[in-house]
T-cell receptor, first 114, second 115 residues
């Protein structure tokens, strides 16, 4: 079974630009979560989608948004980029049921904002 | 909201030494607990998990963890570490069956194993 894939793997953007990251979950998984990983803050939850609906949202500004498509693929968008948005963005997929919520992570997209 | 605390930021051990990494969580109800590992240059991998039942759970590569409910702890152990265990280890928690789908991670513990 193929794992979670994320594209692109690396991105360099300038302040003020916007960026879209993509995530394809493991086949059969309907839940996709996004995390931001930085050396100082560790792994911070951004949001989670299940069957095209956002079920949970972390404490990030409205510049961070996401969506999920009918095939469970998900995209994350960051508008008006700031230097502090430089991070590794991780996507994780899961079957999505709350009693057994085991997440599998992709390799991440390394975003550098200059 | 739940939170996770990992006591050690960086642990340095010699090969064959025993390992114990601390993890404490804050949440009043039933939880599911996880340990993830991130090897250098690789993505996060699930090491082991606790959902219910036997509080001593065994994972991959000889790792085990013990859930002590009264102490809100889920410490990771390995009797004898190898150089290949050099990685960053993350403890994570999610409320069980509570309609929350937010996995909360600790800040991680970096393990360096010296040959």
């Amino acid at each position: 079974k193929a794992g979670v894939t994320q594209t692109p793997r690396y991105l360099i953007k300038t302040r003020g630009q916007q960026v879209t990251l993509s995530c394809s979950p493991i086949s059969g998984h309907r839940s996709v979560s996004w995390y931001q990983q930085t050396p100082g803050q560790g792994l911070q939850f951004l949001f989670e989608y299940f069957s095209e609906t956002q079920r949970n949202k972390g404490n990030f500004p409205g510049r961070f948004s996401g969506r999920q498509f009918s095939n469970s693929r998900s995209e994350m968008n960051v508008s008006t980029l700031e230097l502090g948005d430089s991070a590794l963005y991780l996507c994780a997929s899961s079957l999505g049921t709350s009693d057994v919520y085991e997440q599998y992570f992709g390799p991440g997209t390394r975003l550098t904002v200059t | 909201a739940q939170s996770v605390s990992q006591h050690n930021h960086h642990v340095i051990l010699s090969e064959a030494a025993s390992l114990e990494l601390g993890c404490n969580y804050s949440y009043g109800g039933t939880v599911n607990l996880f340990w993830y590992v991130q090897y250098p240059g690789q993505h996060l991998q699930l090491l082991l998990k606790y959902f219910s039942g036997d509080p001593l759970v065994k994972g991959i590569k000889g790792f085990e963890a013990e859930f002590i409910k009264s102490k809100f702890s889920f410490n990771l152990r390995k009797p004898s570490v190898q150089w290949s265990d050099t990685a960053e280890y993350f403890c994570a928690v999610i409320p069980a069956g509570a309609g929350s789908y937010q996995l909360t991670f600790g800040k991680g513990t970096k393990l360096s194993v010296i040959p």
